[in-house]
């Protein structure tokens, strides 16, 4: 049946053939969402090694976190670039689902993350949310979570205004931007954890920085952070 399943995954590709999505070059053989020069030539941080390193340098002085992370490099009209605008705007949540997993593995390596107790996503408006389909954080906090096989905390950390967009803001209207909006629906949840908070891109922080705030606010809460890319 294995085999049979093979075949025909094989002649179908040839009709509609799996496509990289940062190249477009077809995949081959056990090959998914990334080719295999892809997936070893995007612009991987490995910053997960470093307790202090480019990502906590963003929260310095405005949020305590035992460390930060991001899985790559964002480089304008570069491929993780694109990568990510098919991810939230093209709806191929598949690649959200793959780097989680991929960042996930690489965490499960490193001793500075293993006191993780909980992952939770940076929430969307629900609004918002069911226009796009899907929240792109927790997408990719869902891969992470399989990897980490660590339990991932939907629909606690909300966002209970909208805002625009960030882009083009400076990093104080970014601030003002956020600086209301999200609250906790169950405290308890987060009472003594160990949390990793997980956004798709971090720029100035200040999505970040609001999130942690909210759950620092929380008796014995110490925070973890990571992304899929972070500008510099």
Same mark, same amino acid.
């Given at each position: 049946?294995?085999?049979?399943?093979?075949?025909?995954?094989?002649?179908?590709?040839?009709?509609? &053939?799996?496509?990289?999505?940062?190249?477009?070059?077809?995949?081959?053989?056990?090959?998914?969402? #990334?080719?295999?020069?892809?997936?070893?030539?995007? &612009?991987?941080?490995?910053?997960?090694?470093?307790?202090?390193?480019?990502?906590?340098?963003?929260?310095?002085?405005?949020?305590?976190?035992?460390?930060?992370?991001?899985?790559?490099?964002?480089?304008?009209?570069? +491929?993780?670039?694109?990568?990510?605008?098919?991810?939230?705007?093209?709806?191929?949540?598949?690649?959200?689902?793959?780097?989680? +997993?991929?960042? *996930?593995?690489?965490?499960?390596?490193?001793? $500075?993350? %293993?006191?993780?107790?909980?992952?939770?996503?940076?929430?969307?408006?629900?609004?918002?949310?069911?226009?796009? *389909?899907?929240?792109?954080?927790?997408?990719?906090?869902?891969?992470?979570?399989?990897? #980490?096989?660590?339990?991932?905390?939907?629909?606690? $950390?909300?966002?209970?205004?909208?805002?625009?967009?960030?882009?083009? +803001?400076?990093?104080?209207?970014?601030?003002?931007?956020? %600086?209301?909006?999200?609250?906790?629906?169950?405290?308890?949840?987060?009472?003594?954890?160990?949390?990793?908070?997980?956004?798709?891109?971090?720029?100035?922080?200040?999505?970040?920085?609001?999130?942690?705030?909210?759950?620092?606010?929380? +008796?014995?809460?110490?925070?973890?952070?990571?992304?899929?890319?972070?500008?510099?």
């Amino acid at each position: 049946m294995k085999i049979l399943s093979t075949y025909t995954g094989d002649f179908l590709s040839l009709f509609y &053939p799996r496509l990289c999505y940062a190249c477009q070059k077809a995949l081959v053989g056990g090959e998914e969402c #990334l080719c295999s020069f892809c997936h070893y030539h995007l &612009p991987q941080t490995h910053l997960h090694k470093e307790r202090e390193n480019s990502v906590t340098r963003i929260l310095w002085g405005r949020v305590d976190v035992e460390t930060a992370t991001a899985l790559f490099y964002f480089q304008k009209g570069g +491929k993780v670039q694109k990568l990510i605008h098919q991810f939230k705007y093209k709806g191929k949540r598949d690649i959200g689902l793959y780097l989680g +997993k991929l960042l *996930g593995t690489q965490l499960r390596d490193s001793p $500075l993350w %293993e006191p993780v107790d909980i992952i939770v996503p940076v929430p969307m408006h629900r609004k918002k949310q069911y226009q796009r *389909g899907f929240n792109q954080s927790e997408i990719f906090a869902q891969g992470i979570s399989e990897a #980490l096989k660590k339990p991932l905390l939907r629909n606690k $950390l909300v966002k209970v205004n909208k805002t625009g967009t960030q882009t083009r +803001k400076t990093r104080f209207r970014r601030w003002e931007n956020v %600086e209301s909006v999200f609250q906790l629906n169950d405290s308890e949840a987060f009472r003594g954890k160990n949390i990793l908070l997980v956004d798709d891109v971090i720029t100035t922080g200040s999505t970040i920085e609001a999130c942690a705030s909210k759950l620092k606010e929380v +008796k014995g809460t110490r925070l973890w952070i990571a992304t899929i890319a972070f500008t510099t």
